[in-house]
């Protein structure tokens, strides 16, 4: 247990080293280049710090508690706010995956979209997983879209977003790049705007 307490820590430290190595850093796919700064994110480096711990002690709270649970549930988390998706196989699972959330420090809410499922198709997983790719690959080649507002994650073909959007048509406009994305069912979004929007 020591050992992936450590790991947490150093996957910490690395996101942090991260987050400011990468304030000069432009992200480049294919002959589309973006220049993305952390500078510009809407998150203060507080907030992306405390979100970042948030995640990993929720993760490591899942792997002491449940195996299932921790396989099984994917966490982003965005100014405190935690969004709970994947698939477990009982209400219990899913129940307990909230209550373990809620007891992580700086937690403001706790969003439970965790889907209640018996079979575990691989295939399903590749699906969303490609699902994900694009969406976030086309957030980031978009030049009136901060990406880095925001974290995507798919479950059965429906997206999921959590993040902050500098205006309505911004939130507007990643919704529907993902709902455009091909297998794309359903787009849920957690959305906040920020506090300097109309």
């Not at 711990?53 to 921790?70: G, H, L, R, T």
């Not at 007891?103 to 889907?115: H, M, S, Y």
């Amino acid at each position: 247990m020591i050992l992936i307490k450590q790991k947490y820590l150093i996957l910490i430290f690395f996101l942090v080293s991260s987050f400011f190595l990468s304030s000069c850093a432009k992200v480049v796919t294919g002959t589309a280049a973006k220049v993305v700064t952390v500078t510009k994110e809407e998150r203060s480096i507080g907030e992306f710090v405390d979100d970042a711990i948030i995640k990993a002690v929720i993760k490591n709270s899942y792997f002491d508690q449940s195996e299932d649970i921790f396989f099984n549930v994917d966490v982003e988390v965005s100014q405190g706010r935690v969004l709970l998706t994947g698939t477990v196989k009982t209400i219990n699972l899913k129940i307990e995956a909230t209550r373990i959330a809620w007891g992580a420090k700086g937690v403001k809410t706790v969003i439970n979209e965790i889907q209640i499922s018996n079979s575990d198709n691989i295939l399903n997983f590749a699906d969303d997983l490609i699902i994900s790719t694009k969406v976030s690959g086309k957030l980031i080649l978009d030049e009136e879209v901060n990406s880095l507002n925001y974290n995507v994650e798919t479950v059965n073909q429906v997206v999921y977003i959590i993040g902050i959007a500098r205006s309505v048509d911004e939130k507007n406009k990643v919704t529907d790049i993902a709902s455009e994305v091909f297998g794309v069912k359903e787009v849920i979004d957690y959305i906040t705007l920020t506090d300097n929007t109309d």
